[in-house]
């Protein structure tokens, strides 16, 4: 069970950013562990725990980073200082009466957007829990189709070369067979 979570990826949700301002802290908390839990029930990843990240955050991170650690180049630092292997950033943004959440699976090696999902909401918490659903299953959806594509590459590059090794194999063989007929006496 647990040799199935060497192969997960590292994973740690990050607060979510507020740039509507209309948000209490606690929404955001309660959204931000609300995605986190859809990610940890998906069985996809290892999702790092919050008490570890504020852990983190506390001691790695300079004092006054501590209060806000929204932008990105500070995720991924913190992100870095737990060894994930990817982040998730989500922020909150608002257009007329419309909100949008936006999330975005970071690679750390990369320092690149791997994945991204966006989903429109009302305002209201249960449209944002709904929102948080369908964001989560896109994650899921599209970071499968990547990981799938890449161990595919990567099976069939292990096939080229286990086929390549079988084939100077048999060549390998072949030639000492020869040099041991070539060398074969026979005795009268």
Not at 5 to 18: N, Y
Not at 72 to 97: F, P, V, W
């Given at each position: 069970?647990?040799?199935?979570?060497?192969?997960?990826?590292?994973?740690?949700?990050?607060?979510?950013?507020?740039?509507?301002?209309?948000?209490?802290?606690?929404?955001?908390?309660?959204?931000?562990?609300?995605?986190?839990?859809?990610?940890?029930?998906?069985?996809?990843?290892?999702?790092?725990?919050t008490e570890r990240q504020n852990q983190a955050m506390i001691k790695d991170m300079k004092k006054e980073s501590y209060k806000e650690c929204n932008d990105?180049?500070?995720?991924?630092?913190?992100?870095?200082?737990?060894?994930?292997?990817?982040?998730?950033?989500?922020?909150?943004?608002?257009?007329?009466?419309t909100f949008v959440i936006a999330s975005e699976l970071i690679d750390l090696a990369k320092e690149a957007t791997v994945v991204g999902a966006r989903e429109k909401y009302d305002g209201t918490e249960n449209s944002m829990s709904e929102a948080l659903d369908n964001i989560a299953e896109k994650v899921i959806a599209a970071y499968e189709s990547i990981y799938n594509s890449s161990d595919n590459s990567r099976r069939d590059n292990y096939e080229r070369e286990e086929n390549n090794n079988y084939s100077n194999t048999n060549n390998y063989s072949n030639s000492n067979s020869y040099s041991s007929n070539n060398n074969y006496q026979p005795v009268n």
């Open positions: 069970l647990f040799a199935e979570d060497d192969d997960k990826l590292r994973l740690a949700v990050m607060e979510f950013e507020d740039r509507s301002g209309t948000l209490s802290k606690q929404v955001l908390s309660d959204a931000t562990e609300y995605l986190r839990g859809a990610l940890i029930s998906a069985n996809k990843y290892t999702v790092i725990a990105k180049n500070c995720q991924i630092q913190l992100g870095q200082a737990l060894s994930a292997d990817t982040i998730l950033r989500t922020t909150i943004t608002r257009l007329g009466q």
